[in-house]
């Protein structure tokens, strides 16, 4: 383990992500980590951080020092190994993702004609990225309370994430990435996305198994979708399975800690948390408004 345990605030350990893991933490002042080769593309990004924290950290001959503002993002790629990382202050709420080979070899064939993406992803110092911090914010909305898309949520956000660490390192720019895209999926295709939702509501609905239904790239089919529909998939997906919620609850029949977990829930809490987010009311409430 990296990190020690004193921090840790949330974690996807039990969510079932594939392709990347996730921790919420504090930092005390003081040593963060030292001497540690990953083999996983680590992320830290400064959710909540402090622009009077001072975070040092060293990867051979490469030193940094800056601020952990908001926003702020620090990158190690697989097999590298960092020194150290220390804090002159205490840094809430610290996102650290790793992210495995998965998202980057979705990109492979998309606008890399078949490079090896990992190859394209350097160490970074802290730096400000609007984009990836909006990913970290959403990563970490997801910890703090789970949706039934989570997984696809995350699937969705760290092929977003893969892309913008490989794109900014080459020089292709994004009109060769995005161009396929532009004009959404095709109507054939779309039915066909469409009817695997409904025929597997219950079931992996992974941006992989999504994208392989239409015979296209996770990455290119997540933003053609939306160029269609409207909204990503997590959301469709997400909007398709309360509405089986709402039919599961009203008919009474299956017990609510079925209902969650065959939608994908880690607890009932969880899904009673997410139905009330959703409609307003709790389910045993929207079921009585409705039948009395």
Not at 107 to 120: K, T
Not at 136 to 146: S, T
Request: charged residues 20%; aromatic residues 6%.
């Amino acid at each position: 383990m990296k990190y020690q345990d004193g921090g840790l605030l949330k974690s996807s350990a039990g969510r079932g992500w594939v392709g990347v893991t996730a921790e919420l933490r504090n930092h005390a002042a003081g040593l963060i980590a030292n001497r540690k080769t990953g083999v996983d593309t680590e992320l830290a990004i400064a959710v909540g951080g402090s622009p009077e924290a001072v975070i040092r950290r060293g990867s051979g001959k490469s030193l940094d020092e800056c601020a952990a503002a908001q926003g702020t993002v620090w990158v190690c790629p697989a097999g590298v190994q960092e020194d150290f990382v220390e804090g002159s202050a205490l840094t809430p709420h610290i996102l650290h993702i790793w992210m495995s080979r998965k998202p980057f070899n979705d990109l492979a064939d998309d606008s890399l004609r078949g490079a090896d993406p990992y190859e394209y992803v350097s160490y970074a110092n802290g730096y400000a990225d609007p984009l990836i911090a909006q990913c970290g914010l959403a990563i970490a909305q997801e910890l703090h309370q789970q949706t039934s898309t989570g997984r696809i949520l995350v699937e969705s956000i760290a092929n977003t994430i893969a892309a913008r660490l490989v794109h900014s390192n080459t020089d292709r720019g994004p009109d060769v990435a995005f161009a396929t895209d532009r004009s959404g999926l095709d109507t054939r295709r779309l039915l066909r996305v469409l009817e695997a939702v409904d025929a597997d509501l219950e079931g992996d609905l992974s941006i992989a198994h999504l994208a392989s239904v239409a015979c296209l790239s996770p990455f290119h089919f997540a933003r053609a979708f939306k160029t269609s529909m409207g909204m990503s998939p997590h959301q469709y997906v997400s909007a398709r399975r309360l509405h089986r919620a709402k039919d599961l609850v009203v008919a009474g029949a299956t017990p609510l800690s079925q209902i969650a977990a065959s939608l994908g829930f880690s607890s009932q809490a969880n899904f009673n948390r997410a139905f009330k987010a959703a409609t307003g009311v709790t389910p045993m409430a929207y079921k009585l408004a409705l039948t009395g």
